[in-house]
């Protein structure tokens, strides 16, 4: 599920949320994200202090005050005060209060009933819920209500009745192409929790490593994994982390395919000739379990009849993708088998192998789920389909009764905005559903797939996105607002600090490296204003980068939601929407324009001193150009000057080239630019047409020639 | 040896270098740190590419294969080259050669020999050393040497000749308390071994906690940590990764005082009458062992026993400070011990316990090692004197044959800059010792007491402060230039950062939390130009700060070494410097003083919706007034006007209400901004007077009433 950058991308333009309701935004000023099912506001606000206590009541046990206190700490850790450690001993007198009718389950399940109610008043903010789990969720959103002005912190008051839309949260983290250690998965799932997903889809086995500590078999982890994976310990220590905070754990060991590392210590397994070697570069590789041999099939129960001591969770991920079929298609005794059981193509024997596979689940209480290509003729219906390709897959399985969980544009590796992301609804409105059918839809996970990532990065490609992605898991399908979940986002993000996250910090921290300085004033005006290259250009852009290489380039360090070029392309919109003065924004352009014209001389000279800077050189050019043209524009547009072709060949011959990615980085704000552009040459009938005519019409002529970036509609 | 600012700042004050030898400062182009031995830089540069290779001979163990392929990724990871990971089979093919006569000691020793030769040509980059240890020392070296212009990344050509000025170059981390998680210290064993610091002394236990776990006296970590501490596992963990790095580990249980959370666990340890409770503020306490009774030795030896079997550094440090007395005092059956075996005060009676704790430490083949309180009659020659109170007892103890280690002036707990730790060595020029009794100096030790730091704050604390204070104890004497030192330790700090240190990161991470935006522009102005008030202030700043108390103000968020404050400072003085014309720097001042003037408005807003920043609304205003001073003291020395006696009043009330500290901040500016007014007012004697004569005249006329700051020379 890696490759198919179109499929994705059609599934992106396919899938936008057609419907919205009647309900508006959420009130402006609240920070709730993922906004719930119901909110009310009302007046009163309950101040914070150092006095402010807690109580714990009804299925008060160990994971729900140990949750609390976690709250506490991060109150105080806003606030600045200090506040009791001891529960309040009666709860009417308590400033917050929090109920669990039950405990819910100890494992969580897929099922756990996470609703809850918060009412805040002037006097108690109390959280009601009917697990345990539920309450944890109302904990975070007690914690996204704070609220300060010059009088001091306070919860406003409000009456919140919340459950999720979807049963199924997830983030799915890669750790076999690039290993993460324990303390970042650990921060990942205190985000995890902040935001309500809830599901850990933990991608274990590659072709680039083998994550896991097998004692069954230890050259998997000896040999599979460079000395880079987890041990049982950690696992456990992990999955109870999980627990603490309602979070289930899936993890995924992907078979028949994708097994690189586990051919490399047991060659046996595979349906090709050794040697082997750990995969250190990116696509889909040939090795693959070879599906005849009883071997292959005792040696997977076994191992998994170890994991299952460790991965409590009710379902077993198998992967089941990619699998190109060519060991299969050259190994004589495979053939030969498939012509003996009457099987036509490779897809008949992965379909065998899965039905083996299942039945080894089955015996170890396991629910199999896979990526779509296990959605073949015959799959028990028990089986989840878990869709990377498109929703039609889901929705196909759905309709024959197969229970579903959506990746296709969920794929935060591809490093497409949060925009785009958050327009993708698992189940929109006009889906051709019935009710049983849509309640297959168990919900989505983000899929952090790790070619890109390592330690000090994966948290800027987690984070924020992937809160804006929690929000459409959560809630009603009608909050979509973007500008409204950006204004959020950016909230979120530095709450999400509070747990120690990194994906805020280490951006400056890898500019300062690059330029071997504290002084990145410079270089964060470049880095603020480009985006990494979408989907998988990545690799082409950066030639001979392997596993190995560290990911300390400057498209390493800027975010996937440029501010700059989101606020030039804001500007830009509305002062051509303010046809035919162009006065809008005016001022403020001119400014930005003027800094990126003039960035160049400090930048250069950086770069001269920074080697590791310089394949940015020709970006830093292209910045300035940009800055030129822009005032260029600007000028004409002041002026009611309507230039000669010439100078509109001249400006888009800058922009072609600034269009042009470098170094793996692209400048968001160019299409935007080429309006501009094209406005000042459509002056004229600036004073003719009717404004919205005209901005469609310039639109219309800038829009660039196709590169093959669209799609069709899946 | 906690409380005792005066002496500490009579330290600093008396402990200046004295001499400085004909060898002036290195090469500034260089960010060597510390300085070796001997420099002879040399034509020739090694170019760095993905071409380049490493090979170890000789010794060559696993540990340092570990370190060099340590150093190779942190090569890679600044450079944004990828090397291949196999090391080299020819050495004389490599581009760098790392050779090692010897292992070296297993456990590290005060004795390693830690010298070794960097020789870098047009071809290859070799280390030698006798010992492993030695050229991990090289290694950090090589990658300080590391070089880029244009042409790429180079090593130039050098030829080194290193050792350490002092064997014992250490680091005090107090996780009594406050508790610093195992991947906290870990990163900050990278960043000694970085900067080539050699021990650990790790502050164990206080009345604020006991962090380790004990199988013999569980109830210690389970009743007097408040559930933080280190499990036997974790302390195995910690010491073989500082083993690695050749870092000794030297464990301190402090007794027979700072036990509250011993006596918490096991009463009948203690003097005094029960019940205790852990320690949640600071200062000292009651809570004495009872040195009368067989039981506390029985208790001790078992539990020194057992604790002897994780540490296996030759060295045990007792602590033996601060104990006041009073329950000794105050115990009747205590008093009748002292009585019959006729001791006179509680000296006598602690001198007593160390003795017979002397005896225990010997069975377990331990050195003693306690804070100078235990340099009493009767100590025998193999104790270890650890001088928190000054330079004299330590020359005092040599001179009687002690080996001494030096903290007095390295207390980086008291926030002081780091040019004044700078300036203090541990064997002046004029220490009046002869060379046997010089040869008993052992070394330093910087000290990081816990009072005021938690795992998001302890890094900025240490770093990169503790680089210079490394430099102090491993170059020689003569290197002690003060701007090449802050030069070449802004380059440090960052290079601190690819060993994932969190000291340069953390602060905006605070910044942000405080603002609650990301957009902290006006925040860091601010921040840049104050500093943590210096000494034991802080506690009489915060008053109802606790150890539970969040870290999270402004003050924990800004620097020791305000860059803002200290480049005011230089543009001041160098403007005064140009007397009678006060033209040099006018115009960096103004806008400096303008931007000062102008943030008003924007941070007073800033605090009205951030109440976490009520605290500095304050501050915020005598910036301003600060600004709007400096622009009146500008203008008086541009017009060459002298002002009136009440104008000089009036900007005098200014600095002094801006000279305050509040919310634990200070302006270090404040003092040179004193003498920019005595200077516009002594405008006429400028005309008269020479230049040096005026500048002394006016510092003299300018210096503050003094408050309590200053101290005798000890």
């Known amino acids: 599920m890696r490759t198919r950058l179109l499929l994705f991308i059609g599934a992106l333009s396919a899938l936008c949320v057609s419907d919205i ?23 009163g606000r309950l101040p914070i202090s150092n006095a402010t206590t807690v109580a714990v009541t009804g299925a008060a046990d160990d994971r729900l005050k140990a949750a609390t206190q976690r709250m506490m700490r991060r109150l105080e850790s ?8 001891a529960f309040a001993k009666d709860p009417a007198a308590a400033a917050i209060l929090v109920e669990a009718k039950g405990p819910g389950a100890t494992i969580p399940t897929v099922d756990e009933d996470e609703s809850y109610a918060l009412t805040a008043t002037g006097t108690q903010l109390a959280i009601r819920a009917a697990t345990v789990v539920g309450a944890m969720r109302g904990l975070e959103t007690a914690l996204q209500l704070v609220s300060g002005d010059k009088d001091g912190f306070y919860f406003p008051g409000v009456q919140i009745q919340d459950r999720p839309r979807f049963r199924w949260r ?11 250690p324990v303390d970042v998965i650990k921060r990942q799932l205190d985000a995890m929790a902040a935001v309500k997903l809830n599901v850990l889809h933990f991608h274990l086995s590659e072709d680039q490593g083998f994550r896991v500590e097998s004692k069954k078999f230890p050259k998997l982890h000896e040999l599979g994994s460079d000395g880079e994976y987890y041990t049982q310990d950690q696992l456990k220590d992990i999955i109870e982390y999980a627990r603490q905070r309602g979070i289930r754990v899936v993890p995924e060991f992907d078979m028949p395919g994708h097994v690189t590392s586990w051919v490399v210590a047991y060659p046996e397994l595979a349906s090709g ?25 005792k040696f997977i129960d076994t191992f998994i009849g170890e994991m299952v001591k460790i991965f409590p969770d009710a379902y077993w ?3 089941g993708d990619e699998n190109n079929g060519k060991q299969w298609g050259t190994n004589a005794e495979i053939q030969a088998f498939m012509k003996k059981h009457g099987m036509k193509d490779a897809h008949a024997l992965q379909t065998h192998f899965n039905q083996r596979l299942l039945a080894i689940l089955k015996k170890h209480n396991k629910r199999m789920m896979g ?15 878990h869709s990377w390709r498109g929703q039609k897959s889901l929705f196909d399985a759905a309709k024959q009764g197969y229970d579903g969980v959506l990746s296709a544009g969920y794929y935060i590796d591809l490093l497409e905005t949060a925009a785009r992301h958050y327009a993708v609804d698992p189940l929109p409105a006009n889906s051709g559903l019935t009710d049983a059918e849509a309640a297959h839809i168990l919900g989505g996970e983000a899929t952090m797939w790790g070619e890109w990532v390592g330690p000090d990065t994966i948290e800027s490609r987690i984070w ?12 009603p399908r009608e909050v979509n607002d973007e500008d409204d979940m950006y204004r959020r986002l950016a909230r979120v993000s530095i709450q999400l600090e509070e747990l120690g996250l990194q994906h805020e910090r280490n951006g400056d921290m890898l500019l300062r490296r690059l330029a071997a300085s504290r002084d990145i004033a410079a270089l964060k005006l470049l880095a603020g204003v480009v985006e ?27 975010s996937t939601d440029s501010p700059g070029a989101r606020e030039a392309r804001r500007l830009m919109d509305a002062m051509l929407g303010d046809a035919p003065r162009f006065a809008l924004n005016r001022d403020r352009l001119r400014t930005i324009f003027t800094t990126w014209r003039d960035s160049r001389k400090e930048l250069d000279a950086l770069i001269e001193r920074a080697p590791a800077l310089k394949e940015v050189a020709p970006l830093v050019a292209d910045l300035a150009d940009l800055g030129t043209a822009g005032l260029a524009s600007l000028d004409m547009l002041a002026h009611a000057a309507t230039p000669l072709p010439e100078w509109r060949d001249a400006q888009l011959a800058i922009l072609d080239r600034a269009g042009r990615p470098k170094a793996a980085l692209e400048f968001p704000m160019v299409p935007m630019m080429r309006e501009l552009v094209f406005g000042a040459m459509s002056q004229a009938e600036a004073r003719t047409m009717k404004p919205d005519e005209w901005r469609a019409h310039v639109k219309t002529l800038a829009a660039p020639p196709r590169r093959g970036r669209g799609g069709g509609p899946q």
Do not use: N
């Open 21 to 43: 309701g009647a309900q508006g935004p959420p009130a402006p000023s609240h920070f709730l994200m993922p906004v719930p099912a119901s909110v009310s506001w009302q007046s």
């Open 464 to 475: 924020p996105r992937s809160a804006a992605i929690a929000e459409r898991f959560w809630s």
């Open 532 to 558: 990494p290259v979408k989907g998988y250009q990545r690799g082409g852009q950066q030639r001979g980068q392997t596993t190995l290489s560290p990911m300390t380039h400057l498209v390493d360090a800027v």
């Open 78 to 85: 806003r606030t600045g005060h200090t506040m009791s450690r």
């Open 170 to 180: 997830g983030l799915l983290i890669d750790v076999g192409r690039h290993f993460e």
């Open 371 to 385: 990526w779509d290509e296990i959605f073949q003729p015959g799959l028990p219906k028990e089986t989840v389909v």
């Open 317 to 319: 991920h198998i992967g």
């Open 273 to 297: 000739p050794e040697p082997f070697s750990i995969a250190r570069t990116y696509g889909v590789f040939d090795p693959a379990f070879d599906p005849t041999r009883e071997f292959t099939y």
